[in-house]
C-alpha cells in the first residue's frame, strides 16, 4: 500500500501526474460499487485542475492531489450533504466545513461522500436509509460503523484517506473491522463547524487511513482552532505531551477476557506480550467505573440526541410532507421520514431529560462523567495510555444484530470510555482472525496526547 | 415501557409513531432503559460539574450580514425565494 508520502513523491518528480492517480481511485470506486461505499462521488474536474496548478507553481504540499473519501454528514459548500437520512434528501451544503476548508487550502481532492449510519447512529452502516455497506474484506459482513463507508472507501482502495466522525467508537470500530488505523482526536481539536451534531459534548471528526504515518498527516492539517465554534481549543492550551514513559495500563477485567470472542482474546494478548518484549510495563490497573461508560453514554447520547434533532422539522431542511397544520408537518415529516434508530434514541433521549427522570439519569450520568474523566486523568499521570481490544469481537454478519438495538450497542464497550472522557483513542490494526477477519487494539491517551498515540500505533505497526 | 408513556415521549418529540411500532418499541426501549438505569442505582458524589478545556466563549455582538442567505433559504424545499413558508399557524 503506497503511503502518502510516497505519492507525494512520485507527484512532486512528475511520475505520475494528479489526473492519472485520481483516475486509479475512480476505477476502484466503479468497480466496487456493489459494496455501496459511496452516496455520490463528486465532479472533481475543477479540484484536479487547482491540484496540478499547486504543483505547477511550487505550492503543493503533501495532502496536494491526494483523493479523500468523506463522510456524509460533513458540509461540503454546493454540494449534497445527507447523513444517509431521507430527511436530508437533496439538501445542499451552503458553507464549507472547517475540515474541508482546510482540505481545500492543501489541494486535497474530495473524491466523494461516503454511507453511514443514519445521523451517525449505529455501529454496522445497516441504519442508513440507502443500504448497508459491506465489509470489502467479507462482503458478507458489515464494515462496522457509523464511519462505515468511509472505512471501507479506504480498505477498498477508493481513497487514499477518508474522513469520519466519531460519538462513541465510530472511527475506531470500523477501522478495527476494516483494518485500518483511525483515530478519535481530543474533543476540540478538529472543529465540529460543519460536522452535522449528533451528540455535541461528544463528537469529533477524525482520519481513517491505512496507516499511522497518514492518519497523523491528516490529523495534523485538520486539527486547526476554529473561531466560529465555541468547542474549538485554542493551540496554546492544547498541552503537549511527547515523551514516552513506555508504560501501558490495562483496566482490570479486560485481561479475564469476559464478553471478549476467544480471537480477540489471543490477539491481544499477543499485543500485550510483545509490548513487554519491547520493554515496556504493561499492567492492571483499577478503572472502576470504566465499564460504566457505556451507560452513561447511551443516557447523554441520546439526551443530545434528542435536542440536536429537533431542527430537522420539515421546514428548514430537506422534504416537507404535505400537511394541512404546521404540527402535522412536524410530526408525519419527522415520524415518517427518520428511520428506526434515530427515531428510537430521539425518544429514549426525551424520556432521560422528561420531568421525573432528569435527575435520576442525566444528573447521575454527568455526575459519573466527571468521575470517568478522573480516573482516565489519573491513571493517564502514570501510563502513556490505556490499552484494551478495540471491539469485543471481529466485524459480525450483515443482519446479525440489527432487530437487537441493545447488543448492537455492547459492541461499543471499549470505545465509549475515551468520548465519555474527552480523550483522544486510536484503533491499529493488530491481526486477523483464522478466517483473516481484521483485529484491533484501541490506546487512549491523556487530553493532546496524539503524538504518544501515533508512537504507540507505530511500535503495533512494527511488532504484530 | 408502557406505549402510554410511548405516546407521551412520541408527543414531546413531534413524532409520528405508527400503531403497529409501539409493540416492538416497548419491548426495545425498554429493554434500553433497563439497561442505563444501572446508572440510577449507583451511588455517586455530586460534585459541580466540570467544565471542558474552554467555557464562556463569547463573540463581539455585531452584526454580519450572512454571505449566502439565499443558499440558506433554498435548503428548504418550500420558499419563494426570501421566505420559507409555512402553513398559517392561527
Redesign the interface.
Known amino acids: 500500500m503506497e503511503t502518502i508520502s510516497s505519492l507525494h513523491n512520485k507527484l512532486l518528480k512528475g511520475e505520475i501526474t494528479v489526473q492519472s492517480l485520481v483516475a486509479i481511485y475512480i476505477a476502484n470506486i466503479e468497480a466496487t460499487k456493489d459494496l455501496n461505499i459511496f452516496r455520490e462521488v463528486f465532479d472533481i474536474q475543477e479540484q484536479v485542475a487547482i491540484a496540478e496548478k499547486k504543483f505547477a507553481d511550487g505550492t503543493a504540499t503533501v495532502l496536494t492531489g491526494i483523493p479523500i473519501a468523506i463522510k456524509d454528514n460533513i458540509l461540503f459548500d454546493g454540494h449534497h450533504a445527507g447523513a444517509s437520512s431521507k430527511i436530508l434528501e437533496?439538501?445542499?451544503a451552503?458553507?464549507d466545513s472547517t475540515v474541508i476548508a482546510e482540505l481545500k487550502k492543501q489541494g486535497a481532492i474530495i473524491l466523494g461522500r461516503t454511507n453511514m449510519d443514519e445521523f451517525a447512529m449505529g455501529s454496522s452502516t445497516e441504519n442508513s436509509a440507502y443500504g448497508v455497506t459491506k465489509n470489502p474484506i467479507d462482503p458478507t459482513r458489515v464494515p462496522g460503523g457509523s464511519s462505515g463507508g468511509s472505512a471501507a472507501a479506504v480498505a477498498a482502495d477508493c481513497a487514499v484517506i477518508s474522513l469520519g466522525s466519531d460519538t462513541g467508537g465510530s472511527i475506531r470500530q470500523p477501522a478495527a473491522f476494516c483494518g485500518l488505523v483511525g483515530l478519535l482526536p481530543t474533543?476540540?481539536t478538529v472543529s465540529r463547524h460543519g460536522l452535522m451534531a449528533m451528540g455535541s459534548s461528544l463528537d469529533v471528526i477524525g482520519p481513517m487511513a491505512h496507516s499511522v504515518d497518514d492518519a497523523k498527516v491528516l490529523y495534523d492539517v485538520i486539527a486547526v482552532y476554529e473561531?466560529r465554534d465555541?468547542?474549538?481549543?485554542?493551540l496554546e492550551?492544547r498541552t503537549k505531551h511527547a515523551d514516552l514513559k513506555k508504560k501501558i495500563a490495562v483496566p482490570k477485567g479486560v485481561f479475564s477476557g469476559e464478553g471478549l470472542d476467544p480471537e480477540v482474546k489471543e490477539n491481544f494478548e499477543h499485543i500485550v506480550a510483545k509490548f513487554r518484549g519491547e520493554g515496556y510495563v504493561v499492567e492492571e490497573v483499577d478503572l472502576e467505573h470504566f465499564k460504566?461508560a457505556l451507560?452513561?453514554y447511551?443516557?447523554l447520547m441520546p439526551a443530545e440526541v434528542?435536542s440536536n434533532l429537533?431542527r430537522f422539522?420539515g421546514?428548514?431542511?430537506?422534504?416537507?410532507l404535505d400537511?394541512?397544520?404546521?404540527?402535522e408537518?412536524?410530526?408525519?415529516t419527522?415520524?415518517?421520514l427518520?428511520g428506526k434508530e434515530v427515531?428510537?434514541r430521539?425518544?429514549?433521549?426525551?424520556?432521560?431529560l422528561?420531568h421525573g427522570y432528569y435527575d435520576?439519569?442525566y444528573?447521575?450520568?454527568?455526575?459519573?462523567r466527571?468521575?470517568i474523566?478522573d480516573e482516565l486523568r489519573t491513571v493517564l499521570a502514570q501510563y502513556d495510555a490505556v490499552l484494551t481490544p478495540t471491539t469485543p469481537s471481529p466485524a459480525f454478519k450483515i443482519g446479525e444484530k440489527v432487530n437487537d438495538?441493545?447488543a448492537m450497542?455492547l459492541s461499543d464497550l471499549f470505545t465509549v470510555p475515551a468520548n465519555i472522557a474527552?480523550h483522544p483513542a486510536i484503533s491499529i490494526p493488530s491481526g486477523v482472525t483464522k478466517s483473516g477477519l481484521p483485529l484491533g487494539v484501541q490506546f487512549i491517551g491523556a487530553?493532546y496526547a496524539e503524538e504518544i498515540l501515533f508512537a504507540l500505533g507505530k511500535v503495533v505497526e512494527n511488532i504484530r | 415501557m408502557e406505549k402510554k408513556?410511548?405516546e407521551h415521549?412520541?408527543t414531546?418529540?413531534?413524532?409520528?409513531?405508527?400503531e403497529d411500532e409501539y409493540v416492538e418499541?416497548e419491548t426495545?426501549?425498554g429493554?434500553?432503559?433497563s439497561?442505563?438505569d444501572?446508572?440510577?442505582n449507583?451511588s455517586?458524589?455530586?460534585?459541580a460539574?466540570?467544565i471542558?478545556?474552554?467555557s464562556n466563549?463569547a463573540?463581539i455582538d455585531e452584526s454580519v450580514l450572512y454571505p449566502?442567505a439565499v443558499?440558506?433559504v433554498?435548503?428548504?424545499?418550500?420558499n419563494d425565494g426570501s421566505f420559507?413558508k409555512?402553513?398559517k399557524?392561527l
Open positions: 437533496g439538501y445542499v451552503s458553507y474533543y476540540g473561531k465555541a468547542t474549538s481549543v485554542p492550551l460504566d451507560a452513561v447511551y443516557i434528542s429537533a422539522d421546514v428548514r431542511y430537506g422534504p416537507r400537511k394541512k397544520t404546521l404540527s408537518i412536524y410530526t408525519d419527522r415520524g415518517e427518520f427515531r428510537r430521539i425518544l429514549v433521549g426525551t424520556y432521560v422528561s435520576a439519569y444528573n447521575k450520568a454527568c455526575a459519573l466527571d468521575i474523566k438495538p441493545l450497542y474527552q487530553q | 408513556t410511548l415521549l412520541a414531546l418529540a413531534r413524532l409520528r409513531i405508527q418499541l426495545q426501549i429493554a434500553i432503559v439497561f442505563v444501572q446508572v440510577s449507583l455517586v458524589e455530586q460534585k460539574q466540570s471542558g478545556a474552554v466563549v463573540r449566502d443558499g440558506l433554498a435548503a428548504s424545499t418550500n420559507i409555512v402553513p399557524i
